[in-house]
């Protein structure tokens, strides 16, 4: 009988092997069997157990950054909430007590807008609706969407305190947001300022950074003429008069507190004749802001000089013998927008001259303008002027600039014609006084360009103030909320200062809130990945101070008092008293923030101290940053089950500008340093060409379409599989592959469910007994567990996956469990060998399932329950088993890496031999294996190289390979194939010499002895 023929006569040995054995299915059906996981832990109260049985463990705390309760959830939610989950279960299983209390963001303008368009709906005036009934709609609102996002979050299988997660709009959050903002009151931190702001005017309220995008938008843009009326000559002049012991720091430079040589006196007054027709030319993006001048910036590192039109065409705006002072660099680009044929430099322009000129508003001494614009236009230096576009002056207008208002801080003192001006209303409109613009319209309640634009262009032109104008597409601010443009626009708002010492007591890390923000960065704060230290330092380094009202309705109000009649710069005009704050803390726990808008809540709080008739109750509310901000307060420093500092905020990058920052700006403020130790950051998700997704675009994946089609389980998984530190790409196509990475790792935990079928405690045996192919396993665990707590300690999903799954696909199912099956299903039942490997294959399913559990929730726990049945059973319940240090065995491990090289080429040389029709299954084969290194020879010769090959027999030689010999990397070993010689036995199908030579029919010596028992 050859080795390929079956003797249908012998007998059927099949019920004398050990074959694996379970009920763990092939096919997952995650969609129809994850909602019973969910439904089992939620009856057994699994995250209060977990609470329960870490008492006395340290604490680890993940503060849930707020989700908006607004909408369903997309895939940035599952994202970031399944990255949240990896966080909160792991550290549980590394020996924490790991806390996670989910909360929701519930104020602000999206609701608010929701409830107004239903209003608008029903021809309901908004204002005309009392203020507690529209925020008690917004409330119910917001209240639903909790709910139904609850259950969405549940079903991505996200373990936590769902019974009672933290609303920024429960009456105790209200109270302690209040809390906090008096806080910020009392340190003297909080002022009121009239400064530019980020404005909608189709929401008609502020807007901070964070409530900001930036898109291409269309602008006009427009080169203006600011006349020369002071040069420098006459500035020097007229601060000759002054006595030098009043002159103080004159506005007219350094220049012009020096005594002039002859020559340095004709030389000015040459220039000063030059320009006595010249105009300092400016470029705008937002003609609108043009009434609104008082100043131009210019950057004396930039080089500037004097030009003369020499050609021009006869209509043209810009004419021959025209004088224009421009930054070097950018001359020729605006004579090519003002259609010059011809100019020459007549001069160079020094920074010192520059500042000693004073200009003329294009729009002075115009009939009809009431002496409006009738004021002097200072040469102001600053840093924020570039030659990279425009003219390399910049117009600067303090009501509408940032750039702008701090020109006006630096200079105001020395430049008492530097006002801030209050042309442009809430709705986007100019004052109806203003001469020639009064109701002209920036942008309506839509958000669409208006006349303003248009009619100061056109009264340029018309006064022949232009060189030049035009259209460009660029970056430009819009609401994140409502998409249209902004404005900058300067109102009466409520400011923090954050660079105003604060004297609280709390000055370890700094005295003000950037000195304690900065360091909180730099010392107190790990980054993952680290870049979200560089953009967070830049961002608290270079901000303004935090602009906290809005002018909206739902939300928590400033609960603040000024004095009637008082000014903002006045020592008494917010009123500081820590008894009327406890009274508003009180009423707040017990009815919420709508006490504040109730009948008579100005004397409910203020007296009996304070008479209600001297004070104005502020009804501003607070911007919702400043909500999710205090979170940390109520929902880590006040609450049972918290912990302050937070160990972990985890958000997308966006958060930088957003959560991260308002907390550490509040943080700062109130409690000293930044409330969390760690910051974890994740991008954005992306489609798979990598697009932003867009419904437009039709390339959205909905979370709950990938539920229903795959399971949780398997977004878990991309998840997992992903570098969340960068921007994520997720479609059908990675979805697919996401699900056969599954379908694999399946197949492995299902084949060692099926051969541990049966294992109990007896058949466990020591480690010092164990072959050395089980003890490399061990080693191998050892090595993993050290990567696995690393990995998870540092929230290293993607690595942490990656090593396993390398791990059960490579060294389990392609090596160990290939070369253990012959001895698991053919060995004797108490087989040494045997025993050994089941051994092993417990210790291996403890590790996997738990190690796994933090990523695949579902699956572990199908796998956990497979073994282990039990109303009180779960893989959740479980920490990361310890791993003894004496598994490790660094010289085993690099003896068997010679043998696993040898193994290679040996099953490349069978795999040619099977393309080659020569042999059907390995155990044909006897190859003969060629090892001319030593010391691969020494490792492969003390183990059953045949039973590691998977061959009936193998030949060992220790000679160079002959030529026709198959050789992979190492040219040293070489293979020769051979076929086995002998029978197949009917048992084990191995091909042995003495096979059908036994009792037993058709079998070999081996699983002879096994029927004989």
């Not at 009920?23 to 057994?44: K, N």
């Not at 830049?538 to 400033?558: C, F, H, K, T, Y």
């Not at 997720?730 to 379908?743: C, V």
């Not at 559990?853 to 088993?881: K, N, Y």
């Amino acid at each position: 009988m050859t080795a390929d023929t079956t003797d249908t006569s012998l007998p059927d040995y099949k019920d004398t092997l050990f074959l694996p054995e379970t009920d763990f299915p092939m096919r997952a059906g995650l969609p129809a069997r994850e909602p019973d996981w969910l439904a089992r832990w939620e009856e057994m109260g699994l995250y209060h157990r977990l609470r329960a049985s870490a008492s006395g463990r340290p604490p680890f705390v993940l503060h849930d950054g707020p989700p908006y309760a607004n909408g369903h959830l997309h895939i940035g939610h599952a994202l970031n909430k399944i990255l949240k989950d990896f966080v909160v279960r792991s550290h549980q299983m590394l020996g924490f007590d790991s806390r996670y209390v989910p909360g929701w963001d519930c104020h602000g303008l999206p609701i608010e807008w929701k409830i107004e368009e239903q209003y608008r709906a029903k021809g309901k005036n908004k204002d005309e609706v009392p203020v507690n009934e529209l925020r008690a709609e917004c409330r119910k609102f917001a209240e639903g969407w909790v709910d139904i996002q609850r259950e969405e979050f549940k079903r991505l299988g996200v373990t936590g305190n769902w019974d009672a997660p933290y609303l920024t709009m429960s009456f105790d959050a209200e109270a302690v947001i209040a809390e906090e903002f008096m806080k910020f009151v009392m340190n003297g931190a909080l002022y009121q300022g009239s400064k530019p702001v980020m404005w909608s005017v189709v929401e008609k309220t502020a807007l901070a950074e964070a409530e900001v995008e930036y898109h291409d938008h269309q602008s006009h843009t427009v080169w203006v003429k600011f006349p020369v009326v002071t040069g420098p000559y006459d500035s020097y002049v007229e601060s000759k008069k002054q006595r030098p012991d009043e002159s103080g720091e004159d506005y007219a430079g350094r220049l012009l507190r020096i005594e002039l040589t002859e020559l340095q006196e004709l030389t000015l007054k040459d220039l000063n004749d030059r320009l006595k027709d010249a105009t300092v030319v400016i470029w705008t993006t937002t003609p609108w802001t043009i009434p609104q001048n008082r100043a131009i910036s210019f950057n004396p590192s930039i080089a500037y000089g004097l030009y003369r039109v020499t050609a021009a065409p006869a209509d043209n705006w810009a004419k021959a013998g025209d004088t224009y002072l421009l930054a070097d660099r950018l001359a020729e680009e605006v004579f090519r927008q003002a259609r010059v044929e011809g100019f020459e430099k007549v001069r160079a322009v020094t920074a010192d001259e520059l500042e000693a000129i004073t200009c003329a508003h294009p729009f002075r001494g115009l009939d009809g303008a009431n002496g409006e614009w009738d004021f002097p236009v200072p040469m102001l230096a600053g840093d924020h002027v570039t030659d990279d576009a425009g003219t390399g002056f910049v117009h600067t207008a303090p009501s509408h600039g940032a750039d702008d208002y701090e020109v006006f801080l630096r200079y105001r003192d020395a430049h008492p014609e530097l006002k801030m001006t209050h042309n442009v209303l809430e709705d986007g409109s100019f004052r109806p006084d203003l001469p020639f613009f009064g109701g002209a319209v920036i942008f309506d309640e839509k958000g669409k360009e208006k006349d303003a634009n248009k009619r100061v262009i056109d009264k340029l032109a018309e006064i022949g103030a232009l060189i030049a104008r035009g259209r460009i597409k660029h970056s430009y601010p819009h609401s994140w909320r409502s998409k249209a443009p902004l404005i900058f626009r300067n109102t009466a708002q409520w400011f923090v200062a954050i660079d105003k010492p604060l004297d609280d007591g709390k000055s370890e890390h700094g005295r003000t809130i950037r000195e304690r923000a900065l360091t909180s960065i730099d010392k107190l704060v790990t980054w993952v990945p680290r870049a979200g230290r560089n953009r967070l330092y830049s961002m608290i380094e270079n901000r303004p101070d935090w602009v906290l009202s809005r002018q909206r309705a739902w939300g928590v109000p400033l609960t603040c008092f000024v004095r009637r009649g008082a000014k903002p710069e006045d020592a008494d005009f917010l009123l500081r008293d820590p008894a009327v704050n406890a009274r508003i803390s009180a009423a707040f726990r017990a009815e919420g923030a709508d006490a504040w808008y109730a009948e008579g809540a100005a004397e409910r709080f203020l007296r009996p101290e304070h008479d209600p008739a001297d004070w104005i109750k502020v009804d501003d509310i607070l911007d919702v940053w400043f909500d999710s901000g205090s979170t940390h307060a109520f929902a880590l420093r006040d609450r049972a089950d918290g912990v302050w500092p937070a160990d972990v905020y985890l958000e997308g990058t966006d958060q930088h500008r957003g959560w991260f920052h308002s907390s550490m700006l509040q943080g700062c403020g109130t409690m000293g340093r930044a409330p969390y130790k760690t910051v974890v950051t994740h991008g954005f998700t992306l489609d798979e060409k990598g697009q932003k997704m867009s419904k437009s675009l039709g390339n959205t994946v909905a979370p709950q379409e990938v539920i229903k089609q795959y399971g949780a389980d398997i977004l878990r998984l991309w998840v997992a599989q992903s570098d969340y530190t960068a921007d994520l790409r997720i479609g059908p196509e990675i979805l697919k592959g996401t699900a056969d990475s599954y379908r694999r790792l399946r197949n492995t935990l299902r084949y060692m469910l099926a051969a541990l079928d049966g294992f109990d405690a007896a058949e466990r045996v020591e480690t010092s007994v164990m072959p050395e192919l089980e003890r490399l396993i061990l080693h191998r665990l050892a090595i993993l567990d050290g990567e696995v707590r690393k990995g998870y300690a540092e929230f290293d999903y993607q690595g942490v996956f990656q090593k396993l799954f390398t791990f059960a696909t490579g060294d389990l199912s392609a090596f160990w469990f290939d070369i253990r099956k012959d001895a698991l299903y053919c060995d004797a039942a108490a087989s040494p060998r045997r025993q050994a490997a089941r051994t092993v294959m417990d210790i291996l399913f403890h590790r996997l399932t738990t190690w796994l559990a933090p990523i695949l929730c579902f699956t572990m726990e199908e796998v956990w329950l497979a073994r282990f049945p039990g109303a009180e059973s779960s893989v959740h319940l479980q920490d990361f088993p310890e791993t003894p240090a004496e598994w490790r065995d660094e010289a085993l491990a690099a003896k068997w890496a010679r043998i696993r090289g040898a193994r290679r080429v040996v099953n490349g040389a069978l795999e040619i031999a099977r393309r080659d029709k020569l042999i059907g299954a390995s155990l044909e084969a006897a190859p003969v294996l060629y090892i001319a290194d030593p010391d691969t020879l020494a490792a492969v010769r003390s183990v059953d190289m045949a039973e590691i090959c998977i061959t009936s027999d193998l030949q060992l030689a220790g000679d160079e390979p002959p030529a026709e010999a198959f050789r992979a990397e190492d040219p040293a070993i070489g293979v020769v194939f051979e076929r086995a010689e002998g029978q197949k036995c009917a048992r084990c199908w191995k091909v042995l010499p003495d096979v059908g030579h036994h009792a037993h029919a058709g079998v070999c010596g081996r699983c002879e002895s096994v029927l004989r028992g």
